[in-house]
């Protein structure tokens, strides 16, 4: 299967303060060429919007949906309960350090799983997507493979030039 637009990411942030937050998601998500759509759905100030775009969401071509939130940080888990498409959590800092969306997002009850990431991970929510995707297409994981090879021959570099820098005699 081939990332289509039947098979593309919804990014959806609990308010528009939180898209700082959210920038390496898509960052990601472009450098992949992998199709999303992003909006903004609050698991409390916007309840119904947030339950119809889950239960729509796999109709509508979604394949995996990244929920981004902060404080009560609890759109993860209206996602997941409205819809069977893997939800990736996305805690966000603002308060208290982001430990009570790290909380709220990853403390979900049996039969409403959210993979969660780190706090303000954007960056890794994309790439977990990718991998969900990426197990039916071929050539998306060659792309993360070759971002990882990419990666590896970064820190090969740092490293050399760290030696260079701080070995004595040289």
Not at 19 to 36: R, W
């Amino acid at each position: 299967m081939q990332t289509t637009q039947k098979n593309r990411v919804a990014v959806l942030l609990g308010s528009e303060h939180d898209a700082p937050l959210v920038e390496g998601a898509f960052t990601v998500l472009q450098e992949l060429d992998i199709p999303f759509e992003a909006h903004i759905l609050s698991a409390h100030r916007s309840s119904e919007a947030a339950i119809q775009f889950a239960e729509n969401a796999a109709g509508e071509g979604y394949a995996v949906l990244i929920a981004a939130a902060g404080k009560a940080a609890h759109l993860a888990g209206v996602l997941a309960s409205r819809s069977l498409l893997p939800v990736i959590g996305l805690p966000l800092s603002g308060s208290l350090d982001g430990m009570d969306a790290l909380l709220s997002t990853v403390q979900m009850p049996t039969g409403y799983p959210v993979a969660t990431v780190a706090i303000d991970g954007a960056a890794n929510a994309a790439l977990l997507a990718a991998q969900i995707l990426a197990l039916g297409d071929e050539a998306l994981a060659f792309r993360i493979q070759e971002r990882r090879r990419e990666m590896t021959e970064k820190v090969a570099q740092a490293d050399e030039r760290f030696h260079r820098s701080f070995t004595p005699g040289r």
